[in-house]
């Protein structure tokens, strides 16, 4: 098995757990964690697209981790505004989980 | 499609630049004069859109930018078909009005900063370019990026006030949105692992119909419902966007759940044009008809105007996507996918007009009486006649009744259904009208009858403010006079031009 399929399971493995993490746990830090455990894998994903390069002789491709550092970027916001809006709505009702539907 | 940067190209350019600048500035410049800046770049950033629509229609091609001067697989273009163009201009008209609107329910007072007014102009601003961003992105990370952008820039908007509930539905809006765009984001690594490229018109000569496009197209579809709030993916939106000051509502219920909804139409009409076969669009078909079905039956229910308001918006996301049972494929044969194709765009239009006067006005409602209950709303129809009147134009937009933008876009869309025999289209259709016809009767029929008691008003309203939500709802009554057929400006750019019936 050569490194980038390894990588690529293992990017599977974690989208799957962080999709299921999302969906079934009901609080809302676990589902922010699921998030970033499926943008975990999919950064991994990219990087196992980078290997690919390699077979044309380069080192690696460049452009998808430059697509990686964007992206960290942009999930690293997204949870720092999860985040925030949690902390908030903690210090506004005690409780740290969403309302059930009305 | 030109291969180098088309005269013109700049303008979409400036079209991103321009509402950011205004966002600094407004940062910059602090709460006393964010105001001041949004108004100012408003009247601009409607002129820009106007040009690139204008130039769209002069070249009858696309204009086309590419940042940098790298061409693509390299560097990011961006381009402007005549959909981009119209939903431009739609964008920059619509902000505009919300912003004359919000003046006196976002004021910044002389001589203190309060944080709601600068929190406020400083996103709508940002809402703008974000969408100007996805109208505009010819390039599919790109558009992630834009998506992203126009969330951040949204979610704050539903908890202004700051109360609990709003913040929860903030963060219910938010979790699914995150969901949506990493599941885009997914896909888009996966076409770029197997194309090499994620430049959207490179993509659409690569791509064949094999797993990882199928995988791709799949997750990125499924990821952009969530944002657009299809069915059964739309439990976040209601109390979103019924629970945001009514400026802001008007903002999402108008204009950012099309922003997901044209990324859609850009992964099946021009990324993959070939791929999407009968059954796929089929199914997208079914989860729209539930949508109306459903989201007009609830919303019949509702005690809350706003509430009922936002219900609507469910449903009437489901019209939007009936574009794709209707005209996908368009290569394949569809002889009435053009005028599926302009119903469909009409509907997103139309919509965002209707649907941001009926907001606004239902806000002003809400000030005027201190509540929104419709069972207390006897009487308005007196007190605030410009108001209701404007209510009932959006209404009609919604039902369909002619003239106005929604029956031109139902009757286009009904007529696709008839043609291309697919008959059950064309029932839901019809339902779907007599459905919201009863939620906004249950409306209009309190809101003009007698009170029982005086009527106590506890805010005045102005006159300005009712005359701008009139206005929009005008806006959505005129487009009620667009002729009934394939449109040419909505056509341009289009790779299958001429086999949707025009050269």
Same mark, same amino acid.
């Given at each position: 098995?050569?490194?980038?399929?390894?990588?690529?399971?293992?990017?599977?493995?974690?989208?799957?757990?962080?999709?299921?993490?999302?969906?079934?746990?009901?609080?809302?830090?676990?589902?922010?964690?699921?998030?970033?455990?499926?943008?975990?894998?999919?950064?991994?994903?990219?990087?196992?697209?980078?290997?690919?390069?390699?077979?044309?002789?380069?080192?690696?491709?460049?452009?998808?981790?430059?697509?990686?550092?964007?992206?960290?970027?942009?999930?690293?916001?997204?949870?720092?505004?999860?985040?925030?809006?949690?902390?908030?709505?903690?210090?506004?009702?005690?409780?740290?989980?969403?309302?059930?539907?009305? | 499609?030109?291969?180098?940067?088309?005269?013109?190209?700049?303008?979409?350019?400036?079209?991103?630049?321009?509402?950011?600048?205004?966002?600094?500035?407004?940062?910059?410049?602090?709460?006393?004069?964010?105001?001041?800046?949004?108004?100012?770049?408003?009247?601009?950033?409607?002129?820009?859109?106007?040009?690139?629509?204008?130039?769209?229609?002069?070249?009858?091609?696309?204009?086309?930018?590419?940042?940098?001067?790298?061409?693509?697989?390299?560097?990011?273009?961006?381009?402007?078909?005549?959909?981009?163009?119209?939903?431009?201009?739609?964008?920059?008209?619509?902000?505009?009005?919300?912003?004359?609107?919000?003046?006196?329910?976002?004021?910044?007072?002389?001589?203190?900063?309060?944080?709601?007014?600068?929190?406020?102009?400083?996103?709508?601003? $940002?809402? +703008? /370019? !974000? =969408?100007?961003?996805?109208?505009? &992105?010819?390039?599919?990370?790109?558009?992630?990026?834009? #998506?992203? *952008?126009?969330?951040?820039?949204?979610?704050?908007?539903?908890?202004?006030?700051?109360?609990?509930?709003?913040?929860?539905?903030?963060?219910?809006?938010?979790?699914?949105?995150?969901?949506?765009?990493?599941?885009?984001?997914?896909?888009?690594?996966?076409?770029?692992?197997?194309?090499?490229?994620?430049?959207?018109?490179?993509?659409?000569?690569?791509?064949?119909?094999?797993? $990882?496009? +199928? /995988? !791709? =197209?799949?997750?990125?579809?499924? &990821?952009?419902?969530?944002?657009?709030?299809?069915?059964? #993916?739309? *439990?976040?939106?209601?109390?979103?966007?019924?629970?945001?000051?009514?400026?802001?509502?008007?903002?999402?219920?108008?204009?950012?759940?099309?922003?997901?909804?044209?990324?859609?139409?850009?992964?099946?009409?021009?990324?993959?044009?070939?791929?999407?076969?009968?059954?796929?669009?089929?199914?997208?078909?079914?989860?729209?008809?539930?949508?109306?079905?459903?989201?007009?039956?609830?919303?019949?229910?509702?005690?809350?105007?706003?509430?009922?308001?936002?219900?609507?918006?469910?449903?009437?996301?489901?019209?939007?996507?009936?574009?794709?049972?209707?005209?996908?494929?368009?290569?394949?044969?569809?002889?009435?996918?053009?005028?599926?194709?302009?119903?469909?765009?009409?509907?997103?239009?139309?919509?965002?007009?209707?649907?941001?006067?009926?907001?606004?006005?239902?806000?002003?409602?809400?000030?005027?009486?201190?509540?929104?209950?419709?069972?207390?709303?006897?009487?308005?129809?007196?007190?605030?006649?410009?108001?209701?009147?404007?209510?009932?134009?959006?209404?009609?937009?919604?039902?369909?009744?002619?003239?106005?933008?929604?029956?031109?876009?139902?009757?286009?869309?009904?007529?696709?259904?008839?043609?291309?025999?697919?008959?059950?289209?064309?029932?839901?259709?019809?339902?779907?009208?007599?459905?919201?016809?009863?939620?906004?009767?249950?409306?209009?029929?309190?809101?003009?009858?007698?009170?029982?008691?005086?009527?106590?008003?506890?805010?005045?309203?102005?006159?300005?403010?009712?005359?701008?939500?009139?206005?929009?709802?005008?806006?959505?009554?005129?487009?009620?006079?667009?002729?009934?057929?394939?449109?040419?400006?909505?056509?341009?750019?289009?790779?299958?031009?001429?086999?949707?019936?025009?050269?």
């Amino acid at each position: 098995m050569s490194a980038a399929t390894l990588y690529g399971l293992c990017s599977a493995v974690l989208v799957g757990l962080g999709l299921f993490s999302l969906i079934v746990h009901p609080q809302p830090l676990r589902k922010i964690l699921g998030f970033n455990l499926i943008g975990g894998g999919v950064f991994l994903l990219f990087g196992a697209v980078a290997r690919r390069g390699a077979a044309a002789g380069f080192g690696g491709d460049p452009v998808p981790q430059a697509l990686v550092i964007t992206g960290i970027v942009v999930a690293f916001s997204a949870t720092a505004l999860a985040v925030t809006l949690l902390l908030r709505l903690f210090q506004q009702t005690g409780q740290a989980t969403l309302a059930s539907d009305e | 499609m030109p291969s180098s940067a088309t005269p013109g190209g700049f303008l979409l350019v400036l079209a991103i630049v321009l509402p950011v600048m205004g966002l600094l500035l407004a940062l910059f410049l602090g709460g006393r004069y964010a105001e001041r800046v949004a108004i100012a770049v408003m009247p601009i950033g409607l002129a820009l859109a106007i040009a690139v629509a204008a130039g769209v229609w002069h070249s009858r091609n696309v204009l086309q930018y590419f940042v940098g001067g790298w061409v693509p697989p390299l560097g990011v273009a961006l381009r402007a078909d005549g959909f981009s163009a119209v939903m431009l201009v739609t964008t920059a008209l619509l902000v505009s009005a919300i912003g004359l609107f919000a003046r006196a329910q976002f004021p910044t007072l002389p001589n203190s900063e309060t944080r709601a007014p600068l929190v406020f102009w400083t996103l709508l601003l $940002a809402v +703008w /370019a !974000a =969408l100007n961003a996805v109208f505009l &992105g010819a390039d599919l990370f790109n558009l992630y990026v834009a #998506l992203e *952008l126009l969330t951040f820039a949204a979610v704050p908007l539903v908890c202004l006030d700051g109360r609990a509930e709003t913040l929860s539905a903030a963060l219910r809006y938010l979790l699914f949105a995150l969901l949506g765009s990493v599941l885009y984001l997914l896909g888009t690594v996966l076409l770029y692992g197997a194309y090499g490229t994620l430049d959207i018109v490179l993509l659409s000569s690569r791509v064949h119909g094999e797993p $990882a496009a +199928w /995988a !791709a =197209l799949s997750l990125m579809t499924a &990821g952009l419902l969530a944002k657009a709030a299809l069915y059964p #993916l739309h *439990l976040w939106l209601p109390p979103a966007h019924a629970g945001a000051p009514a400026p802001a509502s008007a903002v999402l219920s108008g204009l950012v759940v099309k922003a997901p909804f044209f990324l859609v139409i850009r992964l099946w009409f021009d990324v993959m044009p070939r791929l999407p076969d009968h059954a796929a669009a089929q199914v997208l078909g079914i989860l729209a008809a539930t949508a109306i079905l459903f989201g007009s039956v609830i919303a019949l229910r509702q005690d809350r105007l706003k509430l009922l308001i936002a219900y609507s918006t469910v449903a009437q996301i489901g019209y939007l996507f009936l574009i794709f049972p209707l005209a996908a494929g368009a290569q394949t044969g569809h002889p009435w996918s053009g005028s599926a194709w302009t119903g469909g765009v009409l509907q997103a239009i139309s919509h965002a007009f209707a649907k941001a006067a009926m907001f606004m006005a239902a806000g002003l409602v809400y000030e005027a009486l201190g509540h929104d209950r419709i069972a207390g709303l006897a009487g308005i129809g007196r007190a605030l006649p410009i108001t209701m009147f404007a209510f009932g134009l959006g209404g009609m937009s919604l039902m369909g009744l002619p003239p106005s933008g929604g029956f031109v876009a139902k009757a286009m869309l009904l007529t696709a259904a008839v043609g291309e025999g697919q008959w059950w289209w064309a029932l839901v259709i019809l339902v779907g009208g007599l459905l919201a016809g009863g939620y906004v009767f249950r409306v209009l029929a309190r809101a003009l009858a007698d009170p029982n008691d005086t009527l106590t008003l506890v805010a005045d309203i102005s006159r300005t403010r009712q005359a701008v939500v009139l206005a929009v709802a005008l806006v959505a009554l005129v487009l009620g006079f667009v002729p009934l057929r394939p449109s040419g400006l909505l056509l341009i750019g289009r790779p299958d031009a001429t086999v949707m019936g025009f050269k």
